[in-house]
């Protein structure tokens, strides 16, 4: 890593683990395999950001930690890769156990529980699906009734105010340390509640 860490992929620990590195690699990685309108890759630090923001408006009063759970969401990423759907399931079974080893060394790094309860994650891949339903709309061409079919109908009143955004990397990786931060400062947040659970 840049930050000169050194993560084993297949144990990696929670004390390998830099926001920093987070924000860089997913802010240079391009969602849609870069199949997307516009003059810079819509990146996965983009798309973390508009699911933190989206999951804010589906639990208005879930706590800091469970907002900071929804912007890492996508973490793993940094190192492993956005692989397409399809792709992940032609590569099987060993891919979500690499990213499931990833998500808990991250979740444990920031002070949340290594496995999220299944009702805040049941929101996050809601609140996904919802950015997925918007960027393919928006930016990756298609039709609201492909985006329906493959993501579902979303209401449309978590539409309102969201912003695809496309940003240069740089400026992309700055936005996520930004809300990283702010999340930890939250009442609520796992620096402010002790341990997370």
């Known amino acids: 890593m840049l930050s000169g860490r050194r993560l084993d992929l297949l144990d990696p620990s929670p004390l390998d683990v830099e926001i920093e590195d987070i924000a860089h690699g997913l802010a240079f990685l391009a969602r849609w395999n870069g199949q997307t309108e516009g003059e810079f890759p819509y990146s996965v630090a983009e798309h973390s950001l508009l699911v933190e923001q989206i999951f804010s408006m589906i639990s208005p009063q879930a706590p800091a930690r469970w907002r900071l759970a929804a912007l ?101 990786k700055r936005e996520f340390l930004n809300r990283h931060a702010q999340l930890l400062e939250l009442p609520g947040s796992v620096a402010n509640a002790g341990a997370a659970g």
């Open 72 to 172: 890492l969401h996508d973490a793993p990423e940094y190192v492993i890769g956005d692989m397409i759907s399809p792709v992940k399931a032609a590569v099987g079974v060993e891919y979500g156990n690499l990213d499931s080893r990833l998500t808990q060394a991250v979740h444990i790094r920031f002070g949340l529980p290594p496995v999220l309860p299944r009702s805040v994650k049941s929101q996050i891949k809601r609140a996904d699906r919802i950015s997925a339903w918007a960027e393919a709309t928006r930016i990756a061409g298609f039709s609201v009734e492909e985006a329906n079919r493959y993501f579902g109908t979303p209401r449309l009143d978590y539409l309102s105010g969201v912003e695809v955004r496309l940003r240069e990397p740089g400026e992309a």
